[in-house]
């Protein structure tokens, strides 16, 4: 366990030093925050759906601004790309710990130090916005722990999905094709990209059934309300039942691809 905190730690400090990058991913957090929350005005003042109030939504908006470094399922770790390239994935061999959950320590430190340099000020702003862009607070303290306690387990979820993919793409050898198509459709069943309560009824049904929407629309709309803490406590269950598959799943595949794995480069 030691050997993987250190792998935790050492990608975590390592983010922390690109702090331009930070002030960009802010910025660029901000735009796209008040790019949607004006379109749903507009929407919800011309008679829009009403599945969720745009206080709930626009809280939603903000979290999903303030943790997009952490929940989308876009990122790609370079070096874990260019290791399956160039074929020094050798040397990940040679280490006698499970790829898998070697990779996964990489990506998480990764990420966190990418949420940690960024979520802060877009929640301290949001909060003291005009009333139509503003982030509401929890709508009680039980949904408040909910929030918490779903949102480290969308942390678990999101990142063992992302490590899956790049086990998928030493079969691959690409990060497009099949693993570009595998991320659209889960950013699209995620609610991130649109929330869920304005998808049709049956659509909401098809996003049940995956465990994008375990990620960030469960805890974001506990924390708004839209989803009571009675029906929140029991997708929890949900949640670190796909946590123990996808994990089951990630590693079963790397021990049975690296087995026959190619190594490229000279």
Not at 145 to 174: A, E, P, R, S, W
Request: one cysteine or more; glycine letters at 8%; aromatic letters at 16%.
């Amino acid at each position: 366990m030691s050997f993987y905190k250190s792998f935790i730690k050492l990608k975590f400090i390592a983010g922390l030093q690109y702090r331009f990058a930070a002030i960009a991913g802010i910025c660029t957090q901000f735009f796209f925050g008040f790019i949607y929350i004006m379109v749903y005005n507009a929407f919800y003042e011309n008679g829009g759906y009403n599945g969720i109030s745009i206080e709930s939504l626009i809280s939603y908006i903000w979290l999903n601004q303030a943790f997009f470094s952490i929940v989308n399922l876009y990122y790609k770790d370079k070096e874990i790309i260019n290791t399956i390239k160039n074929g020094n994935i050798s040397y990940e061999l040679t280490r006698p710990k499970n790829v898998f959950f070697m990779w996964y320590a990489k990506i998480l430190g990764t990420r966190l130090s990418n949420v940690v340099t960024r979520f802060l000020p877009i929640i301290l702003v949001s909060l003291i916005l005009p009333k139509n862009y503003r982030l509401g607070m929890p709508s009680s303290l039980e949904s408040f722990i909910l929030f918490i306690i779903t949102f480290i387990l969308g942390i678990i979820l999101v990142n063992l999905i992302t490590t899956f993919y790049h086990v998928i793409m030493m079969k691959t050898l690409d990060e497009r094709g099949v693993v570009g198509i595998f991320i659209t459709i889960g950013d699209i069943l995620s609610g991130l990209a649109v929330p869920l309560p304005l998808f049709p009824k049956f659509l909401q049904k098809v996003a049940n059934l995956f465990p994008f929407r375990y990620i960030g629309d469960l805890p974001f709309r506990i924390y708004s309300g839209n989803i009571s803490v009675t029906d929140g406590l029991k997708s929890i269950l949900i949640q670190i039942l796909w946590i123990i598959v996808i994990a089951i799943l990630g590693y079963i595949l790397s021990k049975k691809i690296l087995k026959k794995v190619v190594v490229n480069g000279g």
